[in-house]
């Protein structure tokens, strides 16, 4: 069965540092988000993006974030200078279309010192 | 911003015995969907449901959407160990965003 995969699985990072999340969505999929799990909460909504633009942000969202398509596989979310409270689980998620069930990825655990 | 309620936040029951978990809302949601998260691995996707009264069955689990689509309940019947997990709800509003209930661990005890 097709499914969404991240890459790292870890990341660990100083903080200040910029990072890079990728994601491969699956292949016929084309509504692509993030959320992220800091530890023992709940799941939050970052971002979404069709068409190569996002469709709508979060609060948590903020400049020091942006997202890419950057080929017809891929799909990356860059935070620019990572700060300690960034330390969180990092899940990608796809969908068919807007509407549809989306389809999670097994997530990167990134963790800033 | 959507809240979700979900209760109960802890489940332990016999193996055998049947549960339901609650996912509660004051808002309408286009859609609902239920996954399953296992300790350091994405929710999986177990059942979607879009359409207010609707159930859905998927082997042991029957899933309900509230006829006002702001409510939905999980329920699993005569659980075994293998049901053993966290379960989340997720309601999806304007622009497919999930926002995502807190989570019930249920524990089935063999």
């Known amino acids: 069965e097709p499914e969404v995969t991240q890459t790292p699985s870890h990341q660990v990072t100083q903080m200040g540092q910029e990072v890079i999340l990728r994601c491969v969505p699956i292949?016929?999929?084309?509504?692509f988000y993030w959320y992220r799990q800091i530890l023992g909460q709940k799941v939050e909504f970052l971002v979404s993006f069709y068409n190569n633009e996002i469709s709508e942000k979060s609060e948590i969202f903020d400049d020091q974030f942006s997202v890419e398509r950057p080929d017809g596989s891929n799909f990356t979310l860059k935070i620019r200078s990572t700060k300690l409270e960034d330390s969180a689980m990092y899940f990608c998620a796809s969908s068919e279309l807007g509407h549809q069930p989306q389809h999670f990825g097994d997530g990167t655990r990134l963790s800033i010192l | 911003t959507q809240l979700l309620e979900q209760s109960p936040q802890f489940l332990s029951i016999q193996e055998g015995e049947n549960l339901t978990v609650y996912c509660n809302s004051s808002?309408?949601?286009?859609?609902l969907q239920w996954y399953r998260q296992e300790p350091g691995e994405g929710p999986v996707l177990l059942v979607t449901v879009v359409t207010g009264g609707e159930v859905k069955k998927l082997k042991r689990l029957t899933f309900q959407f509230g006829d006002a689509r702001k409510d939905s309940s999980l329920h699993i019947t005569a659980a075994q160990t293998g049901d053993t997990g966290l379960y989340l709800c997720a309601g999806a509003w304007w622009y497919y965003k999930l926002s995502f209930g807190a989570g019930t661990t249920v524990t089935v005890r063999a």
């Open positions: 808002s309408v949601f286009s859609s």
């Open positions: 292949s016929n999929h084309l509504y």
